[in-house]
């Protein structure tokens, strides 16, 4: 059985940077308020939530319930340099299904780092018996598409002016999945 609780991997990027993989405790409040806050605008402003906020983040860390939203970071000698975050359902016709969301720090792109982070969250999720993940990208974040694309995931629709930047703008989002494990094929008799 897999256990979030003492969950945690040592990795090495492309570049030799060696970083620490494991799921954000309370403790990691003010970390992850300080990596968040480092966001330069431009980045944020394609940000689901206001990371800008002490207050979105403290509400983060003081409700951790890791069978609803995981989040797991990285670390670099203790700073945080990533958070992606896997949600899921426990009951309901969405039970099978995990959304990813991934942010990494600007001096940490190009050398690895949201690959694999997307590849340890497919892990998890695969240990966590989810059937498909699926992540939702603005069409412009490239690097996030070619990132989820390296690891398995498929585009599976673009949706023209789905959500607004911070700023009020429409955007595009690409809709992308990986299937984790084969759908349960029961087979139904209907009588008509």
């Known amino acids: ?37 480092a966001v330069p605008k431009e980045d944020a402003r394609y940000l689901r939530d206001d990371v800008a906020s002490r207050l979105i983040v403290e509400e983060w860390a003081k ?40 942010f990494v720090h600007r001096d940490y792109r190009k ?7 997307i590849v340890e969250i497919v892990g998890i999720a695969h240990k966590l018996e989810l059937e498909k993940l699926i992540a939702e ?15 398995g995931f498929y585009r599976a629709a673009t949706i023209s002016n789905l959500v607004k930047d911070r700023e009020n703008r429409p955007l595009d989002v690409v809709v ?10 029961e087979t139904y008799e209907y009588d008509f």
Not at 11 to 21: F, M, P, S
Not at 111 to 117: A, H, K, N
Not at 176 to 185: E, N, V
């Open 1 to 37: 059985m897999f256990d979030l609780n003492t969950y945690q991997k040592e990795a090495k990027l492309k570049d030799g940077t060696k970083v620490l993989l494991r799921p954000m405790v309370s403790e990691d409040q003010d970390d992850l308020y300080a990596f968040f806050k």
């Open 137 to 151: 990208v603005p069409d412009i974040n490239i690097s996030a598409i070619d990132a989820f694309t390296k690891a």
């Open 63 to 102: 409700n951790l319930e890791y069978a609803k939203t995981l989040p797991i970071i990285a670390l670099k000698n203790g700073t945080i340099i990533a958070d992606a975050t896997l949600n899921r359902r426990r009951f309901g016709w969405k039970w099978h299904l995990g959304t990813v969301r991934l």
């Open 176 to 185: 992308m999945i990986k299937d984790i494990r084969p759908a349960r094929d």
């Open 111 to 117: 050398v690895g780092l949201g690959q694999l982070m």
